[in-house]
């Protein structure tokens, strides 16, 4: 390991249920609360859901990934590149779609179809600790995080994502992010300084040094700046 991370963030992925895969058979899920819970605790594949919700994060790589924010909470929403639609922060947008398993074990929500409907307010980050990161209260919610940058690397497997290790105190939370893997390594000068990075908590992806995440947006000297 290079550093230690957070363990508890997705103790619930870890504890696969028989149900996994099937279909439920219940309602519809029509608030970003539920769908999170189908996802996280329940991890019940097969489930529709359809959401009204203000964008919050549009990224890295739109159209792979978007999270909306309603009354409820927030919730994370994965599409495919065959929506020809451009998705802006602060768009008011309505979207179907059902929740499907993910090769990683994970169960993801996957749209079908999105409406652009107006505008709204984007919702603002939540300043969190480490520590309230990993406690789920803030899963899929765009999140800012404080801490010393102690590494960076990419990814093993695909090495188009790069993390940047970000620890404050005993706790380190990994936030990942998108650039060529032809490019240089980003960020190189800042390991350790204390940086900021602003994104999604996420807790779906599985295997050890991704336990706990953010998942950033933007351009690079956005996602990870000095504090000075």
């Given at each position: 390991?290079?550093?230690?991370?957070?363990?508890?963030?997705?103790?619930?992925?870890?504890?696969?249920?028989?149900?996994?895969?099937?279909?439920?058979?219940?309602?519809?899920?029509?608030?970003?609360?539920?769908?999170?819970?189908?996802?996280?605790?329940?991890?019940?594949?097969?489930?529709?859901?359809?959401?009204?919700?203000?964008?919050?994060?549009?990224?890295?790589?739109?159209?792979?990934?978007?999270?909306?924010?309603?009354?409820?909470?927030?919730?994370?929403?994965?599409?495919?590149?065959?929506?020809?639609?451009h998705i802006s922060v602060g768009d008011l947008v309505h979207v179907t779609g059902k929740?499907?398993?993910?090769?990683?074990?994970?169960?993801?929500?996957?749209?079908d179809s999105i409406k652009h409907i107006g505008k709204s307010t984007a919702p603002p980050?939540?300043?969190?600790?480490?520590?309230?990161?990993?406690?789920?209260?803030?899963?899929?919610?765009?999140?800012?995080?404080?801490?010393?940058?102690?590494?960076?690397?990419?990814?093993?497997?695909?090495?188009?994502?790069?993390?940047?290790?970000?620890?404050?105190?005993?706790?380190?939370?990994?936030?990942?992010?998108?650039?060529?893997?032809?490019?240089?390594?980003?960020?190189?000068?800042?390991?350790?300084?204390?940086?900021?990075?602003?994104?999604?908590?996420?807790?779906?992806?599985?295997?050890?040094?991704?336990?706990?995440h953010l998942l950033v947006e933007g351009e690079m000297h956005d996602l990870v700046v000095?504090?000075?």
């Amino acid at each position: 390991m290079r550093s230690r991370i957070l363990p508890t963030l997705i103790a619930t992925l870890l504890s696969f249920t028989p149900g996994i895969g099937q279909t439920d058979g219940g309602d519809t899920l029509r608030t970003a609360r539920e769908v999170a819970r189908t996802l996280v605790t329940d991890m019940r594949s097969d489930i529709p859901f359809e959401l009204t919700g203000t964008v919050s994060f549009a990224g890295p790589i739109w159209p792979s990934e978007l999270a909306i924010e309603d009354s409820s909470g927030s919730i994370l929403l994965h599409a495919s590149r065959k929506i020809g639609i451009h998705i802006s922060v602060g768009d008011l947008v309505h979207v179907t779609g059902k929740t499907q398993p993910h090769i990683s074990g994970a169960v993801l929500a996957q749209i079908d179809s999105i409406k652009h409907i107006g505008k709204s307010t984007a919702p603002p980050a939540r300043h969190v600790s480490a520590q309230e990161f990993a406690s789920g209260k803030f899963d899929f919610s765009l999140v800012r995080l404080e801490g010393i940058l102690t590494d960076l690397f990419r990814d093993e497997i695909d090495t188009d994502f790069v993390f940047a290790a970000i620890t404050e105190g005993e706790n380190t939370v990994y936030a990942a992010f998108w650039t060529p893997s032809a490019a240089p390594l980003p960020l190189k000068g800042l390991v350790g300084e204390r940086v900021s990075a602003v994104g999604i908590c996420q807790p779906n992806d599985t295997g050890e040094r991704r336990i706990a995440h953010l998942l950033v947006e933007g351009e690079m000297h956005d996602l990870v700046v000095r504090i000075r």
